[in-house]
């Protein structure tokens, strides 16, 4: 276990062409010891290209990468003391489940064959595939080979956990059972760990912290709720949230914004906010935007696709010719084409700059306490 | 009365292409199989009725003192035991130099590496017989003529760039995560070679070993140029030694060629899981 520091990370390809390639530019994070990282983002954002980095299997244009004190920039795989698994799972076909835990410890430690067999059942036990030891890996299920995968990273008590794109072969069931196993044994084991996905709901359920990527650039990183609550900018606001949150184009014009879709009266602290600014994107999450019984500050909208997910409705609108979903309770039978009023709670908006992207204010975020159960040690009532 | 008409028809549509699926089989192999047969059809004869007319293809009276006179006469196990030698000796040497350099070629990129793959082709497809006289001449130099150290070295270098092609394409089939993971699992370059690509490449390198065992077994051009002393001689120039200068047994050559299949047809039935296999896959996957 340990500390890992990335420092200015950069990562150039060159191409056939003999051009340069910027996969990952200047990247700086730092996880403390024992911490559940992250990485998101759509595909060619550099998540990958940064796991492999940190893992030694790519060389780094510039920066350094430590472990604890370890400056291991420069170090190869085998000398960095990381656990990788890999999206295909990548098991050696020609061993069984048993052979593909043990490999790594016979490489790298001394231990005896009964050692070694002691530490395998023993992941194999944590993992629930004791009766699969003796199978290889195409007698194997999709989901089967996945926790022989992560068996091999477990049994090597390694430094770091590296895991790129895990569950994505997965269906979606065992998806969600798998990503509830993984974080019960990153927690157990308390081994710092990297991971890499596009899925943001694997994102905000995992990390302790998500690091949002694009374009090869850091654009923020934080708690889930953080991401989600208080983006840094337009990228992270659209990315993390399902469905995506809802924009407008508008410019500042005296105390309001004006779009083609709609005018909004700002106030207070929002005035001041959009005060350097002269086209400003308005967002609104889904779940925040209203149905309004009144015409006052709402806006005027058509269903043209209802989603009934069962606990909420998605209602996709027209709004100005926007594209707007709104999330309302699943109890409300909504027609398709049926004519309803919208409204942005002015707490609930998101101001963002249009120009550069970078947040001007974010929504003002209530958290409250899950209310627990007190008392009920055995005390009858 | 439905069921039965229609599980009749059933019959009716399947049988049609699977009988001339094998009659297709069968044409090919009777045309394959004609002149290995003819030839140990001949080796059976008596004196009289090799040239006799009408063709008789099964002998009236089956003879083997062919077979006698070859195993007796001439120096056949000696040649055999000379072709076995130089085609193991060469396809230890081919698997040796050519699996490591397969696996640079799939794996590595570097400077030129198109280019340089793209010359080994080009080497491949220069006949031997075009350079059969530099290479005699170099053979000469090197003081190896008349040795089977001399042909070994030449048919490695004439296979190495088929050999090359081939295995490379197998280890492109297998996906770099392999690689990967062992590496992370601690391995060296060297040891992920060994411990974790060449199981998995190994029906490839079966295919590349029995392909230059064959190549070896037959080849006549450089054998003939290399070797002059009987007892060096391979199974090849062996044959070629029993016409003689005025006639020829046909018996006989007949005979040496039965027994000079014998061997290969042993290995080929012996490896034949691996070498369909090897194809198999490296057709699938390549």
Same mark, same amino acid.
């Given at each position: 276990?340990?500390?890992?520091? +990335?420092?200015?990370?950069?990562?150039?390809?060159?191409?056939?062409?003999?051009?340069?390639?910027?996969?990952?530019?200047?990247?700086?994070?730092?996880?403390?010891? %024992?911490?559940?990282?992250?990485?998101?983002?759509?595909? %060619?954002?550099?998540?990958?290209?940064?796991?492999?980095? +940190?893992?030694?299997?790519?060389?780094?244009?510039?920066?350094?990468?430590?472990?604890?004190?370890?400056?291991?920039?420069?170090?190869?795989?085998?000398?960095?003391?990381?656990?990788?698994?890999?999206?295909?799972?990548?098991?050696?076909?020609?061993?069984?489940?048993? %052979?593909?835990?043990?490999?790594?410890?016979?490489?790298?430690?001394?231990?005896?064959?009964?050692?070694?067999?002691?530490?395998?059942?023993?992941?194999?036990?944590?993992?629930?595939?004791?009766?699969?030891?003796?199978?290889? =890996?195409?007698?194997?299920?999709?989901?089967?080979?996945?926790?022989?995968?992560?068996?091999?990273?477990?049994?090597?008590?390694?430094?770091?956990?590296?895991?790129?794109? =895990?569950?994505?072969?997965?269906?979606?069931?065992?998806?969600?059972?798998?990503?509830?196993?993984?974080?019960?044994?990153?927690?157990?084991?308390?081994?710092?760990?990297?991971?890499?996905?596009?899925?943001?709901?694997?994102?905000?359920?995992?990390?302790?912290?998500?690091?949002?990527?694009?374009?090869?650039?850091?654009?923020?990183?934080?708690?889930?709720?953080?991401?989600?609550?208080?983006?840094?900018?337009?990228?992270?606001?659209?990315?993390?949230?399902?469905?995506?949150?809802?924009?407008?184009?508008?410019?500042?014009?005296?105390?309001?914004?004006?779009?083609?879709? +709609?005018?909004?009266?700002?106030?207070?602290?929002?005035?001041?906010?959009?005060?350097?600014?002269?086209?400003?994107?308005?967002?609104?999450?889904?779940?925040?935007?209203? +149905?309004?019984?009144?015409?006052?500050?709402?806006?005027?909208?058509?269903?043209?696709?209802?989603?009934?997910?069962?606990?909420?409705?998605?209602?996709?609108?027209?709004? %100005?010719?926007?594209?707007?979903?709104?999330?309302?309770?699943?109890?409300?039978?909504?027609?398709?084409?049926?004519?309803?009023?919208?409204?942005?709670?002015?707490?609930?908006?998101?101001?963002?700059?249009?120009?550069?992207?970078?947040?001007?204010?974010?929504?003002?975020?209530?958290?409250?306490?899950?209310?627990?159960?007190?008392?009920?040690?055995?005390?009858?009532? | 009365?439905?069921?039965?008409?229609?599980?009749?028809?059933?019959?009716?549509?399947?049988?049609?292409?699977?009988?001339?699926?094998?009659?297709?089989?069968?044409?090919?192999?009777?045309?394959?199989?004609?002149?290995?047969?003819?030839?140990?059809?001949?080796?059976?004869?008596?004196?009289?009725?090799?040239?006799?007319?009408?063709?008789?293809?099964?002998?009236?009276?089956?003879?083997?003192?062919?077979?006698?006179?070859?195993?007796?006469?001439?120096?056949?196990?000696?040649?055999?035991?000379?072709?076995?030698?130089?085609?193991?000796?060469?396809?230890?040497?081919?698997?040796?130099?050519?699996?490591?350099?397969?696996?640079?070629?799939?794996?590595?990129?570097?400077?030129?590496?198109?280019?340089?793959?793209?010359?080994?082709?080009?080497?491949?497809?220069?006949?031997?017989?075009?350079?059969?006289?530099?290479?005699?001449?170099?053979?000469?130099?090197?003081?190896?003529?008349?040795?089977?150290?001399?042909?070994?070295? /030449?048919?490695?270098?004439?296979?190495?760039?088929?050999? &090359?092609?081939? /295995?490379?394409?197998?280890?492109?089939? &297998?996906?770099?995560?392999?690689?990967?993971?062992?590496?992370?699992?601690?391995?060296?370059?060297?040891?992920?070679? &060994?411990?974790? /690509?060449?199981?998995?490449?190994?029906?490839?390198?079966?295919?590349?070993?029995?392909?230059?065992?064959?190549?070896?077994?037959?080849?006549?051009?450089?054998?003939?140029?290399?070797?002059?002393?009987?007892?060096?001689?391979?199974?090849?120039?062996?044959?070629?030694?029993?016409?003689?200068?005025?006639?020829?047994?046909?018996?006989?050559?007949?005979?040496?060629?039965?027994?000079?299949?014998?061997?290969?047809?042993?290995?080929?039935?012996?490896?034949?899981?691996?070498?369909?296999?090897?194809?198999?896959?490296?057709?699938?996957?390549?």
């Amino acid at each position: 276990m340990s500390r890992i520091e +990335i420092d200015n990370l950069t990562k150039r390809y060159r191409t056939g062409s003999g051009d340069d390639i910027l996969a990952v530019e200047d990247l700086s994070l730092d996880l403390a010891d %024992g911490e559940f990282l992250v990485l998101v983002g759509p595909s %060619g954002c550099g998540k990958s290209t940064t796991l492999r980095c +940190i893992a030694g299997l790519e060389p780094v244009s510039g920066g350094e990468i430590r472990f604890g004190d370890a400056d291991v920039t420069d170090r190869t795989p085998e000398e960095r003391n990381v656990a990788m698994v890999f999206q295909n799972y990548a098991l050696y076909p020609h061993m069984t489940a048993r %052979g593909n835990m043990a490999f790594g410890l016979r490489m790298t430690t001394d231990l005896s064959k009964e050692e070694r067999n002691e530490r395998v059942e023993s992941a194999a036990r944590m993992l629930g595939i004791e009766d699969l030891l003796d199978d290889k =890996p195409k007698e194997l299920s999709g989901g089967q080979q996945q926790r022989v995968a992560l068996g091999r990273a477990i049994v090597r008590k390694p430094e770091v956990f590296l895991m790129d794109e =895990p569950l994505s072969n997965l269906d979606a069931k065992l998806r969600t059972t798998m990503r509830t196993e993984i974080q019960r044994l990153q927690s157990d084991l308390g081994v710092t760990t990297v991971y890499v996905t596009h899925d943001q709901t694997e994102a905000m359920t995992m990390g302790d912290r998500i690091a949002v990527l694009d374009g090869g650039e850091l654009q923020q990183v934080g708690t889930p709720l953080e991401c989600y609550y208080e983006p840094a900018n337009l990228f992270v606001a659209n990315f993390i949230g399902e469905p995506s949150m809802n924009f407008f184009e508008t410019e500042v014009a005296g105390d309001a914004l004006v779009g083609d879709a +709609i005018r909004y009266e700002l106030s207070g602290d929002h005035l001041d906010a959009v005060a350097e600014s002269e086209r400003v994107t308005l967002g609104v999450r889904p779940e925040d935007v209203e +149905i309004a019984e009144t015409r006052r500050d709402a806006f005027a909208g058509t269903v043209r696709v209802v989603e009934p997910m069962g606990d909420q409705n998605f209602l996709h609108l027209d709004v %100005g010719g926007v594209d707007v979903t709104a999330a309302v309770a699943g109890e409300y039978e909504v027609r398709e084409g049926a004519n309803v009023m919208v409204r942005f709670p002015e707490a609930k908006i998101h101001l963002f700059d249009a120009d550069s992207g970078e947040v001007l204010a974010n929504c003002r975020r209530h958290s409250a306490q899950l209310p627990t159960a007190t008392g009920t040690g055995g005390e009858a009532a | 009365m439905s069921g039965r008409y229609s599980a009749e028809s059933a019959v009716d549509r399947l049988s049609a292409p699977v009988a001339l699926t094998y009659l297709v089989y069968a044409t090919a192999a009777v045309f394959f199989l004609f002149p290995v047969l003819w030839v140990v059809s001949m080796s059976l004869r008596q004196p009289g009725e090799v040239l006799s007319y009408p063709v008789q293809f099964v002998p009236r009276r089956v003879t083997l003192d062919p077979y006698v006179r070859v195993l007796q006469d001439s120096g056949m196990l000696t040649w055999i035991f000379n072709s076995l030698k130089i085609a193991i000796l060469e396809v230890v040497g081919i698997v040796l130099v050519t699996t490591p350099a397969a696996y640079a070629f799939s794996r590595f990129d570097f400077r030129g590496k198109r280019h340089v793959l793209f010359g080994v082709l080009l080497f491949q497809m220069i006949s031997p017989v075009v350079i059969v006289i530099p290479l005699y001449n170099m053979m000469a130099q090197l003081n190896l003529l008349d040795t089977h150290l001399g042909l070994i070295l /030449l048919y490695i270098g004439l296979q190495v760039p088929f050999s &090359i092609w081939l /295995l490379k394409s197998y280890f492109d089939t &297998i996906p770099e995560g392999l690689d990967e993971a062992a590496r992370v699992d601690g391995c060296s370059r060297l040891q992920t070679l &060994i411990y974790v /690509l060449l199981p998995s490449v190994a029906p490839g390198i079966a295919v590349v070993a029995i392909f230059n065992f064959v190549f070896s077994w037959a080849e006549f051009v450089m054998a003939f140029t290399v070797l002059s002393e009987s007892d060096l001689y391979t199974v090849s120039i062996g044959l070629f030694s029993f016409q003689g200068q005025y006639s020829m047994d046909w018996r006989v050559v007949a005979a040496a060629s039965v027994i000079a299949m014998a061997p290969l047809l042993v290995m080929f039935v012996a490896l034949q899981r691996y070498f369909v296999k090897g194809l198999v896959e490296g057709a699938v996957k390549g």
